[in-house]
């Protein structure tokens, strides 16, 4: 039975075993990682432990791009302020999406003292009922914090007894950020909410096929339809790549589910197939979509770097039987690509970089680089499941060895091991960009909607970056002489992984 059959979703140190806690080198972490079926040795914790992200960061990015929704943040005050943050993404992808800037739209109970002690219950009801009457949204996601988890607010319940007073469709989707240190429980948390709430609107219906002749276009229309599922994994210019290669083998493309319509979600039900962009993103989905409408999936490959894309087309055209046509595709695709990339792996050559981000990014992103020219100086990943094993394995026989840390966030670690392992060029997020510019790291963000970064143009667009910004390092060079980072001498002379709870490899 699938886990939509609950209210939510459950978190992923019971569900796959994910840790955040672990250091060694590439080597000792597949020794650790790979063929035992995922998790950390030795439960994976820190002693010591910097402030991180919770989960309801990554859950609302997604939510915020939704098209006709608004955002009620069931929580204490504070609780989903990101939003602000995230705002910009919503503005530029719905212009890249539907041709307008939309703001998100997100409001708040903001739970005090009182309502803490005798129960928010009251106040989310007149929420949702004032937001259905104020904004007429299509869609309301109720996306409950750490404040009604821990008063016990029946937050399904209530959403339950108001669905009949207002012409929105209720959402609720679980944020409670102290139920899990893993934030990428995050997308199994909205992909919940959604699957159990907009894919059998009552409103939709299946087609009405009257004759043998329609029911046979219905069926090869659903035969040549994938659904590209991007939880937060590529922008527009990203799905745009994707969509080009996946035309190339004949088939149409459904992306699910940011910036997708709510009221088209439905959608998602008649696909031949589905294909993850990034298998940590997305396994929580596309099991659903099988068990509960037969719909097979693929979950292997992030397109990131030439040799991953190369598979992962090989893999999508294995379901339309245009395995030929791949090839064709491939041979085209990666000559042009070579002659392209020519002058900036002479310059890239020998080149050490150091990469940062979630799991699969991180390991995908490493095997770019090296395809670049790079050497891999050190990597980091945000946390470990079951699915990356392959990566490492691809990094294991053409990389070599080198230090790996899996981390949420945890700049304390990162700044030691950017000290030792002196790498000429550091990718990764915002968190990651800022200890390692000031340290005069030239720094390059690993993810950003706006740029790209998948198939075969972003191998191509990455390596035009990086050669612009390492052609010219100063600002970094300026930036460690005049910023310091907040750690003491002594710490750089520690072992990185000091406070990691036997989880540490060396
Ligand atoms: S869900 Fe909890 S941890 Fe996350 S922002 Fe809200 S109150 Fe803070």
Same mark, same amino acid.
């Given at each position: ?39 950390? +040795? ?297 002659? +392209? ?166």
């Amino acid at each position: 039975m699938s886990y939509l059959s609950g209210s939510e979703a459950p978190k992923r140190e019971d569900r796959l075993k994910s840790c955040i806690a672990w250091g060694g080198t590439l080597h000792s972490a597949c020794n650790t990682f790979c063929g035992n079926g995922g998790g950390c +040795a030795a439960g994976g914790d820190r002693e010591f432990s910097q402030g991180s992200i919770c989960l309801m960061l990554p859950g609302i990015s997604m939510i915020n791009t939704l098209k006709d929704n608004v955002n009620l943040l069931h929580g204490a005050v504070g609780c989903g302020v990101c939003s602000h943050s995230q705002n910009a993404n919503a503005r530029s992808g719905g212009l890249a999406h539907y041709g307008r800037v939309k703001d998100a739209l997100w409001v708040s109970t903001a739970l005090n003292e009182s309502e803490v002690i005798n129960g928010g219950e009251g106040k989310l009801r007149a929420a949702i009922i004032e937001v259905d009457r104020l904004y007429r949204p299509r869609t309301i996601t109720v996306v409950s914090g750490c404040v009604p988890g821990l008063i016990g607010d029946d937050v399904d319940g209530i959403v339950n007894q108001v669905q009949g007073e207002v012409s929105a469709r209720l959402i609720p989707v679980h944020c409670e950020g102290f139920k899990t240190k893993i934030w990428a429980t995050a997308y199994d948390a909205v992909y919940h909410g959604l699957g159990r709430t907009l894919l059998d609107d009552p409103e939709i219906r299946e087609p009405v096929i009257p004759d043998d002749e329609e029911r046979f276009r219905f069926e090869e229309q659903k035969k040549r339809t994938v659904n590209l599922l991007n939880v937060s994994s590529m922008g527009k210019l990203d799905e745009d790549e994707l969509t080009r290669l996946l035309a190339m083998l004949g088939l149409e493309v459904n992306i699910f589910p940011v910036f997708a319509d709510t009221q088209a979600m439905y959608k998602v039900k008649y696909a031949g197939f589905s294909i993850s962009t990034c298998p940590t993103h997305d396994d929580y989905f596309c099991k659903f979509l099988e068990q509960e409408y037969g719909i097979p999936y693929i979950l292997k490959h992030m397109p990131i770097g030439i040799e991953n894309t190369n598979q992962w087309i090989r893999d999508a055209a294995r379901f339309p039987g245009k395995e030929e046509a791949a090839e064709r595709i491939i041979k085209n695709e990666n000559a042009r690509l070579d002659k +392209a990339l020519k002058p900036y792996r002479e310059f890239f050559r020998g080149k050490r970089v150091f990469v940062s981000a979630g799991e699969f990014r991180a390991l995908a992103t490493a095997n770019l680089l090296h395809e670049l020219g790079f050497e891999i100086a050190g990597l980091r990943s945000f946390h470990h499941d079951e699915f990356a094993a392959g990566e490492y394995e691809k990094l294991k026989k053409t990389a070599g060895d080198f230090p790996f840390n899996i981390a949420n966030v945890q700049p304390f670690e990162e700044a030691n091991l950017l000290k030792r392992s002196k790498p000429d060029l550091f990718l990764g997020h915002w968190n990651g960009n800022s200890t390692s510019a000031k340290l005069g790291i030239p720094s390059h963000v690993i993810y950003n909607t706006g740029l790209s970064y998948i198939g075969y143009r972003g191998a191509f667009e990455i390596a035009r970056r990086l050669y612009r910004q390492l052609r010219n390092p100063a600002f970094n060079e300026h930036l460690r002489r005049y910023v310091n980072l907040p750690y003491r001498e002594e710490w750089y002379r520690e072992d990185p992984f000091k406070y990691i709870k036997g989880g540490a490899d060396v």
